[in-house]
């Protein structure tokens, strides 16, 4: 019963690969994020959908592309990858309009070499 | 624009000391205020908010956050360290129905 949930945990691959990160949550949050943790801990959001509109896209490569068939899921594909692009994706979701918190997944590590 | 500054990058308290981890914004408006702390490997967990009322809030594990609005502050705080505490702790902001902004977290470590 997982509330956010991501997949892959772990993500090992080549630079110049394409690669998809899944998020689902159970929680009936109309909102949905994705955000970039870089080895310094620092935590940059990176898009949001509300009701599987894109409300929120930081500068972000084109490279990265999310995509929300439904408003329990928002995944995360990446073309091309390179070194930099090495972090930990954070899955979370919220309701809009309410003071409440975002709730997180569990995160994926990207390790790209 | 709405920014949240930890001025710490690493605070080190002694087991059964008082902890402070401190948290000053700056935004427009009344602000959302957050506590999320992540232990090593695990994503961001919820530990306490404040929207309106009293100053003090209280939250998950003993903590608990003092809100002052002269010092546009929302530091953390809990009576008795626990090494089990020791993890990055990151404070957060929101105003209405604005996006969720980040501080650069802290790492506290809690010494036996």
């Known amino acids: 019963d997982t509330a956010v949930s991501q997949t892959p945990k772990y993500l090992v691959t080549q630079m110049g690969n394409d690669k998809s990160i899944k998020c689902e949550q159970n929680?009936?949050?109309?909102?949905m994020y994705w955000y970039k943790q870089d080895s310094k801990k620092f935590l940059k959001i990176m898009f949001s959908?509300?009701?599987?509109?894109?409300?929120i896209n930081e500068t972000v490569p084109n490279r990265f592309s999310p995509k929300s068939p439904d408003k329990a899921h928002l995944n995360l594909h990446i073309n091309s990858l390179e070194l930099g692009d090495s972090a930990v994706y954070f899955c979370?979701?919220?309701?809009?309009?309410?003071?409440?918190?975002?709730?997180f997944g569990p995160g994926t590590r990207l390790t790209v070499t | 624009a709405q920014s949240v500054a930890q001025p710490e990058d690493q605070v080190n308290v002694a087991e059964g000391n008082p902890l402070t981890v401190k948290c000053t914004y700056s935004?427009?408006?009344?602000?959302?205020l957050f506590w999320y702390v992540q232990y090593p490997n695990r994503g961001l967990q919820f530990l306490l908010k404040y929207i309106t009322g009293d100053n003090l809030v209280k939250g998950s594990y003993g903590f608990e956050a003092e809100f002052n609005k002269s010092q546009t502050s929302f530091h953390l705080k809990k009576p008795s360290a626990l090494v089990s505490d020791s993890a990055l702790y990151f404070c957060?902001?929101?105003?209405?129905?604005?996006?969720?902004?980040f501080g650069t977290g802290t790492k506290l470590q809690v010494i036996p």
């Open positions: 929680l009936g949050h109309d909102t």
């Open positions: 957060a902001v929101r105003r209405g129905y604005q996006k969720v902004t």
């Open positions: 935004v427009s408006g009344n602000p959302y």
């Open positions: 959908y509300n009701n599987k509109e894109l409300i």
């Open positions: 979370a979701s919220s309701q809009e309009g309410t003071s409440g918190s975002i709730d």
